[in-house]
T-cell receptor, first 113, second 112 residues
Framework: ETGVTQTPRHLVMGMTNKKSLKCEQHLGHNAMYWYKQSAKKPLELMFV???????ENNSVPSRFSPECPNSSHLFLHLHTLQPEDSALYLCASSQGGGAYEQYFGPGTRLTVT | SQQGEEDPQALSIQEGENATMNCSYK?????LQWYRQNSGRGLVHLILIRSNEREKHSGRLRVTLDTSKKSSSLLITASRAADTASYFCAAGGGAAGNKLTFGGGTRVLVKP
């Protein structure tokens, strides 16, 4: 275990559904990240939070809405997704900035039907 | 364009053999990191080498960094079936900013 948990581990949703992914880190880190991993594509950074403040949004469509209520919790709210949004969504955390060692959760496998 | 690119994309070896994979990046960095990912799971940090270091060891792992060529290599010695995974390099800091930029990964299969 890396100290980063994600729920749910698997999610199937229709294009009109609204769902949320949850990430929690037990490491005392101050930075948290959402990544998207699609087949045959490099890991894509979506959002970065430092001390609960969003510091990066990599041109992510508004149907993905992040929320960081505190330094230990990170959510990704999903609504009206497209089939191409099907992917493994990974949460990570680090102490210090994003260029430091990152600890990843096991991911949520999302399928949009 | 992505910062880190691995070569080869896939590698198949026998247990006990060494596995070598390479990573190239495009801009200045503060560090270069290697991660492992078992199928459908999260990434696990393996090793970090700073831009002022040339070689680093951790157990059966050996990493080199050549900043003049903007390249790094990861060597896994005496491979085991449990080393079967995808390996990713990630360029940290420098011109890429305060984040990691990952390459596409090398899929390693170690046959028993």
């Amino acid at each position: 275990e890396t100290g980063v948990t994600q729920t749910p581990r698997h999610l199937v949703m229709g294009m009109t559904n609204k769902k949320s992914l949850k990430c929690e880190q037990h490491l005392g880190h101050n930075a948290m990240y959402w990544y998207k991993q699609s087949a045959k594509k490099p890991l894509e950074l979506m959002f970065v939070y430092n001390f609960k403040e969003q510091t990066e949004n990599n041109s992510v469509p508004s149907r993905f809405s992040p929320e960081c209520p505190n330094s230990s919790h990170l959510f990704l709210h999903l609504h009206t997704l497209q089939p191409e949004d099907s992917a493994l969504y990974l949460c990570a955390s680090s102490q210090g900035g994003g260029a430091y060692e990152q600890y990843f959760g096991p991911g949520t496998r999302l399928t949009v039907t | 364009s992505q910062q880190g690119e691995e070569d080869p994309q896939a590698l198949s070896i026998q247990e006990g053999e060494n596995a070598t994979m390479n990573c190239s990046y495009k801009t200045s960095i503060n560090n270069l990191q290697w991660y492992r990912q078992n199928s459908g799971r999260g990434l696990v940090h393996l090793i970090l080498i700073r831009s002022n270091e040339r070689e680093k060891h951790s157990g059966r792992l050996r990493v080199t960094l050549d900043t003049s060529k903007k390249s790094s290599s990861l060597l896994i010695t005496a491979s085991r079936a449990a080393d079967t995974a995808s390996y990713f390099c990630a360029a940290g800091g420098g011109a890429a900013g305060n984040k990691l930029t990952f390459g596409g990964g090398t899929r390693v299969l170690v046959k028993p």
